[in-house]
Structures are given as C-alpha cells and as structure tokens.
C-alpha cells in the first residue's frame, strides 16, 4: 500500500473557505490583532484509492529565519479545541499530538463533513501577552509547518 498522501489547506478566522495554497498570508500582528489560522492536514483527500493511515506524528513548526527562532514561544497550536504540549528546541518547536491519533488514508471525495476521519483540524495562533514588546512593522516572517513521524 502507498504511503500516506498529505496535503494541508488552511483558513484565516473569519473566512468561509480554506485553501489549498501552498502559502498563506496571515496578516499582520499587533497586541489588538492576533494571528490565528485554521489548519485541515488531509490524509488521501479525493484520493480514489486507500494509502497508509498516518499514525503517531508530531508537528515541527520553524520560522524561516533563525533569529526569528525567537518567536516560538508566542506560537500555540490547538488540537480540538486544547492548546497542544509544545517543545521548544531553540531552531524550531514541536506540536505533541496525542500518542495513538491516526488520520485514516481512505479513499474519500474530499468533502470534510463526509469523511472527517480523513483529516486533523489545528488551529495556529501567534499571540504576545506582554505589551511592552514592539514588533517592527512590515517585517514579513515565514512560518513552516511538518509532519514529523515517531
């Protein structure tokens, strides 16, 4: 059988419809305006064919730039609904998912309400509590996310 088939697709909060784009602009970030964008990783998605469960994975998330390293500890990623356990490694940080979580490789029609078992929701959030941090404006971050397999 074909290894898992992924692809992520993403949403801005207060959008209708995600998107495949394989980059997203998230916006721009002050202490009134946090980035939060919703995640689908899709496993097999309109695949007509089964592929490989993915099982027991992780996230890495790592900005482009490595003195924006510095970032990572204003990033959170939630799992239905929780904040997941995050590992800071200095370059980059890992999202711990549940130890046994599968996204199954079915074959599907790609349409979420009729196969989530075919796909993880996440939702990434950039948020700084202390105010007294300044940020420079217009300084574009790249932000990279991975599956990382145990």
């Known amino acids: 059988m074909e290894k898992p088939r992924l692809t992520w697709n993403t949403r801005l909060a207060g959008n209708k419809d995600f998107s495949s784009a394989r980059e997203l602009f998230a916006g721009s970030y002050s202490s009134k305006n946090d980035i939060e964008a919703e995640i689908q990783l899709w496993n097999n998605r309109w695949g007509a064919e089964d592929v490989e469960n993915l099982v027991d994975f992780n996230i890495r998330i790592a900005f482009e730039k490595f003195e924006d390293s510095a970032l990572l500890p204003f990033c959170t990623v939630s799992f239905r609904g929780k904040p997941l356990e995050m590992e800071n490694m200095g370059t980059y940080a890992i999202a711990k998912m ?14 979420a309400s ?9 939702v990434f959030k950039f948020h700084v509590d202390d105010e007294t941090i300044q940020f420079k404006e217009n300084d574009l971050k790249s932000l990279y996310l991975e599956v990382i397999p145990l």
């Not at 549940?98 to 349409?111: E, T």
């Not at 009729?114 to 996440?122: D, K, L, Q, V």
């Open 98 to 111: 549940p130890i046994g979580y599968r996204i199954l490789g079915q074959a599907n029609n790609g349409i």
């Open 114 to 122: 009729e196969n989530p078992g075919n796909f993880a929701s996440f």
